[in-house]
Nanobody, 121 residues
Framework: QVQLVESGGGLVQAGGSLRLSCGASGRTFSSYSMGWFRQAPGKEREFVAAISPYGRTRNYADSVKGRFTLSRDNAKKTMYLEMNSVKPEDTSVYYC??????????????WGQGTQVTVSS
């Protein structure tokens, strides 16, 4: 089983950039498709982006397409979310999780603490 820890969140101005990291422990990170999700106060958790085990397939929510870039380094057991041109509506707690597949981003494991991203206008 993969244990995950999110990091890299913070306060950023609208139009700025931020990079989130999802660090994994365990041997099987490279076996899983991985995804990012986010949850804003009072809203349901929503899908952001997902990537296949070796990065060949990436899937993005329409709301972040063209602004966010997902990547992974299996040797470091880490997934990254590069967030550019951020908007106030990107303000959320961001979570990572293993998913069924990049194009079927249903989370497989339990949720961690997440990392807070706050975008000021």
């Amino acid at each position: 089983q993969v244990q995950l820890v999110e990091s890299g969140g913070g306060l950023v101005q609208a139009g700025g950039s931020l990079r989130l990291s999802c660090g994994a422990s365990g041997r099987t990170f490279s076996s899983y498709s991985m995804g990012w999700f986010r949850q804003a106060p009072g809203k349901e958790r929503e899908f952001v982006a997902a990537i296949s085990p070796y990065g060949r397939t990436r899937n993005y929510a329409d709301s972040v397409k063209g602004r966010f870039t997902l990547s992974r380094d299996n040797a470091k057991k880490t997934m990254y979310l590069e967030m550019n041109s951020v908007k106030p509506e990107d303000t959320s707690v961001y979570y990572c999780n293993a998913v069924i597949a990049a194009d079927t981003p249903r989370a497989l494991g339990s949720w961690g603490q997440g990392t807070q991203v706050t975008v000021s206008s």
